[in-house]
């Protein structure tokens, strides 16, 4: 029986998640928590974490302004989850895509996520992710907190 669960384990694919800015700043400012345990899970490879070139700024940005001290870490974070980097959308393509998400900053972030063919798109702003619930419909993607994220990737495996 052994046998089995870990011939599961090796045939099914890997999850793959996408990290919004406040996600991951989350998981790197916060020594405990959903999004910690992510990267955690993401360093042991049982998931992919995937955020674009956006993500990347904007979170070393917040934490050079909130937490100049987590840098370090922050750093080490991206080389030691292994994350993958994408490109961000091209401005053409998020201009086609202007009914996504109504925060318009927001466009970029959904775009990337479905192009980079994510399970899950975690996010902790609830107010432009999550309490419009046409965003995941439109955007075909499950879309949550890192706690989401963390309880359905468990009923994964």
């Known amino acids: 029986m052994k046998n089995a669960s870990a011939t599961i ?19 790197v400012i916060s020594p ?3 999004a910690r345990a992510l990267l955690v899970l993401a360093e042991s490879r049982h998931l992919e974490i995937v955020v674009s070139e956006q993500v990347i ?9 909130k937490a100049p001290q987590t840098l ?19 401005p053409a393509d998020v201009k086609q895509h202007l009914n996504l ?23 902790l702003n ?10 995941a419909i439109r955007a075909q993607l499950r879309i949550g907190t890192p706690g989401d994220a963390l309880k359905w990737w468990r009923e994964q495996i």
Do not use: C, W
């Not at 700024?57 to 302004?65: D, F, G, K, P, V």
């Not at 609830?126 to 965003?135: A, G, N």
């Open 9 to 27: 384990k090796r045939i099914m694919p890997k999850s793959k998640l996408f990290f919004d800015s406040s996600a991951l700043f989350a998981g």
């Open 101 to 123: 998400i109504v925060h318009l900053p927001d466009v970029s972030i959904v775009l990337a996520a479905m192009q980079a063919q994510v399970d899950f798109l975690v996010t």
């Open 72 to 90: 370090l870490d922050y750093r080490q974070a991206l080389r030691s989850t292994n994350l993958t980097i994408i490109r961000n959308p091209l």
């Open 57 to 65: 700024a904007e979170t070393e940005s917040a934490l050079a302004r």
């Open 32 to 34: 405990a928590g959903a």
């Open 126 to 135: 609830r107010r432009h992710f999550m309490d419009d619930p046409q965003v």
